[in-house]
C-alpha cells in the first residue's frame, strides 16, 4: 500500500481558497493517508493578508481538533507555516510553546521588508547571486534555529526564474549538511510547477546532494485549493525514488518518524 501526506495546504485560515473540510475529499482521491494544514504565521511583521492573525491560532487548532475526531479515513495533522525572522528567535519559541501541533514548517518569504515571492520586481536591478546568497543565509538560520521540523521550499529564491551566474553547488551542500546536523527535513514542494518557475523546489539538479547528506524528505503540494491537494505527487515521489531515496517522514506531535514509501 502507498502511504502518501501532504503537510503543507492552506486554507481560510489564512490565503486558502476554502475551509479545511473542503479538502478532505480531494485528499482521498489522491489516495493521501495523512493531510495537514499549515497556515501561515508571521510574527513581528505588519500583518499581511496572506496571514493568519497569531490570535486565531487557538480557534484554528481547536477547530483541526474537532474535524480530527470527525474524520475516518484520513489522518488530519495540525501545522503551521511560520516566516523565519532572524533575530526573533526567542520570541517565535515563545509563541510556538504552548502550541499543540504536529509539525512546524519553517519558511523564508523575508529578505528584509519585501517577500521574495510578492512579484518579480524585487529582483529588478539587483545582484542575482548576491540575493540567492542572502537568502540562503537566511534558510541557513531557519534551520539552526532549531525552531522548525520542516523547511518550506527551501529555494524559492528559483520562484520568477533568475538565475545566478554561479555554481550554487556549495550554497545546497552546505544547506543539507546544515539540515543533517540539526535533524530538519526537506519537502519537495510541487506548487513551483504552479508558479512561474514551472518546476518544483529544491531544484532538481540538486536533489542529489540531499540524498547523499542524508536529508530527511516528505512530498507537499502547499496547496491553496482543495483542487491542488496531492498534485504532482506520483512525479514527485518517482523523482525520489530515481535519486534513491525510500524513506519519508510522517510527524506526530512533533515527533518525526520514517517510513518506507
Ligand atoms: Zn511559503
Ligand atoms: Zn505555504
Redesign the pocket.
Given at each position: 500500500m502507498i502511504y502518501r501526506t501532504d503537510y503543507h495546504m492552506h486554507s481560510s485560515f489564512s490565503d486558502g481558497r476554502s475551509v479545511p473540510e473542503d479538502y478532505i475529499a480531494p485528499a482521498l482521491a489522491a489516495g493521501l493517508k495523512e493531510i495537514g494544514f499549515s497556515e501561515?504565521i508571521t510574527l513581528f511583521k505588519e500583518h499581511e493578508h496572506w496571514n493568519m492573525y497569531p490570535a486565531n491560532v487557538f480557534s484554528y487548532i481547536n477547530h483541526l481538533d474537532y474535524i480530527r475526531k470527525n474524520t475516518n479515513h484520513i489522518k488530519i495533522r495540525t501545522g503551521l507555516?511560520v516566516d523565519f525572522i532572524e533575530g526573533k528567535e526567542k520570541e517565535t519559541r515563545a509563541f510556538l510553546a504552548p502550541l499543540v501541533l504536529d509539525y512546524v514548517i519553517g519558511?523564508v518569504?523575508y529578505l528584509g521588508e519585501k517577500t521574495v515571492?510578492f512579484g518579480p520586481e524585487f529582483y529588478e536591478g539587483k545582484n542575482i547571486d548576491k540575493l540567492f546568497e542572502s537568502y540562503f543565509n537566511q534558510v541557513f538560520n531557519a534551520v539552526s534555529s532549531g525552531l522548525f521540523d520542516i523547511i518550506?521550499?527551501c529555494d524559492?529564491i528559483r520562484i520568477y526564474g533568475y538565475k545566478p551566474s554561479v555554481d550554487l553547488e556549495p550554497l545546497y551542500r552546505k544547506l543539507a549538511r546544515i539540515m543533517k546536523k540539526y535533524d530538519v527535513v526537506f519537502e519537495v514542494n510541487t506548487n513551483g510547477r504552479n508558479r512561474p518557475l514551472a518546476d518544483f523546489y529544491p531544484d532538481r539538479r540538486f536533489l542529489n546532494i540531499f540524498h547523499e547528506e542524508n536529508v530527511p524528505v516528505c512530498v507537499n503540494s502547499?496547496a491553496h485549493m482543495p483542487a491542488r491537494v496531492g498534485q504532482y505527487f506520483d512525479e514527485a515521489y518517482d523523482l525520489l525514488r530515481y535519486m534513491g531515496f525510500t524513506e519519508m517522514a510522517v510527524f506526530e506531535k512533533r515527533v518525526r518518524r520514517m517510513i518506507p514509501f
Open positions: 501561515h507555516e519558511s518569504h515571492d518550506g521550499h524559492l502547499d
